[in-house]
């Protein structure tokens, strides 16, 4: 008698894709509409200043507007704390369990704050509060929905990368920061959902845009190859200045602390006086730079002015995100990037050893390598500027420069600047056996702690239980003989509780080589 049983398709992949598009709608339209006001306030604020150095005696006004906006973004700071900053940490916590908050108050505190404060030409970028945006939209999808565990985190990693997708029209990229650098993770259910939250996102931001890349840039040809010494000189320079942005960055926090007469949620302040002569005398640098990067590309100043343009926005950027305010560094850091290209091309046209024609290139690449070197994102660097570009004529210097300065920075002892972010942002947890179970997925590094080790000669985390070593395309069901390898992820299950101390304890062993946990 035959068997009338029929094997039900797995329909886990094509859920993936339903959600993600979902969540790629409605977190794009919202990071579009996001994109758009600071877009249109900008260009308002620069009039506004054109305007007020032809009518000085409005500056009074103009100047209590500012601290007014200030002190209502610092109330909301300190209302809501996860509004502050990028971002970008706060979804990467959440996704490893470290960290989490209501999503509604974070989603329109989050929006009208980095409105005003973007908009008001701060040097703060809006990519990193997309990302959250995007992130936080997801959230509230995911609570409508009931989803909880992987689930939730499935789509709230989805909404992260089509909030960076609709900010910079760069779905390829997004995804792939979000697997690189936000989540660790490259399972197939995660990449899915990115990947089509991604594409649907940019496609409702091509819809209000355009199609034209963010940063457009016109060159004249590829470099030949004869000039890629050049490039390594240029990646060892981004690196070194790579390392001092992230330095400067995760310091400047306890600077603003010195301010004891300012309450530390009103620090923003500072930076909304500081722009007003910056709005006066330089216009053009107002926000997180895109216009200044496009401007500079078609005419690139002379050596000394870009000289100041660096030091004026380097000194500025970390000013603005060390006051707390909610914005980014993500554009702010492709700006200096471009800077930093222009003047090393400048120098090198002066000395001989380059063509001027050459200078837009530079430009081009060095956002890369300073990207790369900062976040330690090589692949993600090199495949946002192509995107954003538009071209592909320029992925072998990229690759060049970006790896150059990710090195340099590696040798100096550099952490990715976002997961150094989340330190800061994250307490040590305590072992918590509360919660529904829960699992947690962990990337074994080169030399680590975990690298060569049977199971049974580590000591796991209390309350959890490793329960698969996914190696490659399969998975093993471990025993205490296992031994485990570089390259494999860790599969362990654990109360959802417990989860940010499963993940610390399991970071601490993978960080400290041949060391037993204790």
């Given at each position: 008698?035959?068997?009338?049983?029929?094997?039900?398709?797995?329909?886990?992949?094509?859920?993936?894709?339903?959600?993600g598009?979902?969540?790629?709608?409605?977190?794009?339209?919202?990071?579009?509409?996001?994109?758009?006001?600071?877009?249109?306030?900008l260009i308002?604020?620069?009039?506004v200043?054109g305007?007020?150095g032809?009518?000085?005696w409005w500056?009074?006004?103009?100047?209590?507007?500012?601290v007014g906006?200030?002190?209502?973004?610092?109330?909301?700071?300190?209302?809501?704390?996860?509004?502050?900053?990028?971002?970008?940490p706060q979804?990467?916590?959440q996704?490893?369990?470290?960290?989490?908050?209501?999503?509604?108050?974070v989603?329109?505190?989050?929006?009208v704050?980095g409105?005003?404060?973007i908009?008001?030409g701060?040097?703060?970028g809006?990519?990193?509060?997309s990302?959250?945006?995007?992130?936080?939209?997801?959230?509230?999808?995911?609570?409508r929905l009931?989803?909880?565990?992987?689930?939730?985190?499935?789509?709230?990693?989805?909404g992260?990368?089509?909030?960076?997708?609709a900010?910079?029209?760069?779905?390829?990229?997004?995804?792939?920061?979000?697997?690189?650098?936000?989540?660790?993770?490259?399972?197939t259910?995660?990449w899915?959902?990115?990947?089509?939250?991604?594409?649907?996102?940019?496609?409702v931001s091509n819809?209000?845009?355009?199609?034209?890349p963010?940063?457009?840039?016109?060159?004249?040809?590829?470099?030949?190859?004869?000039?890629y010494?050049?490039?390594?000189?240029?990646?060892?320079?981004?690196?070194?200045l790579?390392?001092?942005?992230?330095?400067?960055t995760?310091?400047?926090?306890?600077?603003?602390?010195?301010?004891?007469?300012l309450p530390q949620?009103?620090?923003?302040?500072?930076?909304?006086?500081?722009?007003?002569?910056?709005?006066?005398l330089?216009?053009?640098t107002?926000?997180?730079?895109?216009?200044?990067?496009?401007?500079f590309?078609?005419?690139?100043p002379?050596?000394?002015?870009?000289?100041?343009?660096?030091?004026?926005?380097?000194?500025?950027s970390?000013?603005?995100?060390?006051?707390?305010?909610?914005?980014?560094?993500?554009?702010?850091?492709?700006?200096?990037?471009?800077?930093l290209?222009a003047?090393?091309?400048?120098?090198?046209?002066?000395?001989?050893?380059?063509?001027?024609?050459?200078?837009?290139?530079?430009?081009?690449?060095?956002m890369?390598?300073?990207?790369a070197?900062?976040?330690?994102?090589?692949?993600?660097?090199?495949?946002l500027?192509?995107?954003?570009?538009?071209?592909?004529?320029?992925?072998m210097?990229l690759?060049?420069?970006?790896?150059?300065?990710?090195?340099?920075?590696?040798?100096?002892?550099?952490?990715p600047?976002?997961?150094?972010?989340?330190?800061?942002?994250?307490?040590?947890?305590e072992?918590?056996?509360?919660?529904?179970?829960?699992r947690?997925?962990?990337?074994?590094?080169?030399?680590?702690?975990?690298d060569?080790?049977q199971?049974?000669?580590?000591?796991?985390?209390?309350?959890s239980?490793?329960v698969?070593?996914?190696?490659?395309?399969?998975e093993?069901i471990?025993?205490?003989?296992?031994?485990?390898?570089s390259?494999?992820?860790l599969?362990?299950?654990?109360?959802?509780h417990?989860?940010?101390?499963?993940?610390q304890?399991?970071?601490?062993?993978?960080?400290?080589?041949?060391?037993?946990?204790?």
């Amino acid at each position: 008698m035959k068997d009338k049983r029929q094997v039900q398709p797995d329909l886990t992949r094509l859920r993936a894709i339903f959600f993600g598009a979902l969540v790629g709608l409605f977190a794009g339209a919202v990071v579009s509409v996001f994109r758009l006001l600071i877009e249109h306030l900008l260009i308002l604020v620069q009039g506004v200043y054109g305007w007020l150095g032809q009518h000085p005696w409005w500056l009074v006004p103009w100047a209590l507007l500012m601290v007014g906006i200030a002190i209502l973004i610092g109330h909301w700071v300190k209302q809501t704390p996860m509004i502050k900053g990028s971002g970008i940490p706060q979804i990467e916590g959440q996704l490893a369990g470290e960290l989490d908050y209501a999503w509604w108050p974070v989603l329109w505190k989050k929006f009208v704050s980095g409105v005003l404060g973007i908009g008001s030409g701060l040097f703060l970028g809006r990519e990193g509060p997309s990302i959250q945006l995007g992130g936080t939209v997801a959230q509230g999808i995911a609570y409508r929905l009931g989803f909880t565990g992987t689930q939730r985190r499935l789509v709230i990693a989805g909404g992260a990368a089509a909030g960076l997708s609709a900010a910079f029209n760069a779905p390829i990229a997004s995804t792939l920061f979000i697997l690189e650098e936000v989540y660790h993770s490259f399972s197939t259910l995660v990449w899915l959902t990115a990947l089509t939250s991604a594409v649907v996102a940019n496609f409702v931001s091509n819809g209000i845009f355009g199609l034209t890349p963010v940063l457009h840039i016109n060159y004249h040809q590829a470099l030949p190859l004869k000039y890629y010494g050049l490039l390594l000189i240029l990646g060892v320079g981004l690196g070194l200045l790579g390392y001092g942005y992230q330095w400067v960055t995760l310091h400047v926090g306890g600077w603003y602390a010195q301010l004891k007469w300012l309450p530390q949620h009103l620090n923003g302040i500072v930076p909304f006086l500081v722009v007003i002569p910056i709005g006066l005398l330089w216009p053009l640098t107002l926000g997180g730079g895109n216009q200044m990067i496009v401007t500079f590309a078609k005419d690139t100043p002379l050596l000394l002015p870009l000289i100041g343009y660096f030091i004026l926005r380097f000194c500025f950027s970390t000013v603005s995100y060390g006051s707390g305010l909610p914005g980014g560094i993500f554009l702010p850091i492709l700006t200096l990037g471009a800077l930093l290209g222009a003047i090393v091309a400048r120098a090198f046209v002066l000395v001989g050893w380059l063509p001027t024609i050459f200078v837009a290139n530079f430009i081009i690449y060095a956002m890369a390598g300073y990207f790369a070197g900062i976040s330690k994102a090589p692949f993600t660097a090199i495949l946002l500027i192509t995107e954003m570009v538009g071209t592909l004529h320029h992925l072998m210097p990229l690759a060049v420069v970006a790896i150059v300065a990710y090195i340099t920075v590696d040798i100096l002892g550099g952490a990715p600047i976002y997961e150094a972010m989340l330190r800061q942002l994250v307490k040590p947890a305590e072992a918590n056996r509360d919660g529904v179970a829960d699992r947690v997925e962990y990337a074994v590094g080169e030399n680590s702690g975990f690298d060569s080790q049977q199971v049974r000669d580590l000591t796991w985390p209390d309350g959890s239980l490793l329960v698969a070593v996914r190696r490659g395309e399969r998975e093993v069901i471990p025993n205490g003989d296992t031994i485990i390898k570089s390259g494999d992820t860790l599969i362990l299950f654990t109360y959802r509780h417990n989860r940010a101390y499963v993940r610390q304890q399991l970071a601490q062993l993978n960080n400290s080589p041949h060391r037993l946990l204790d």
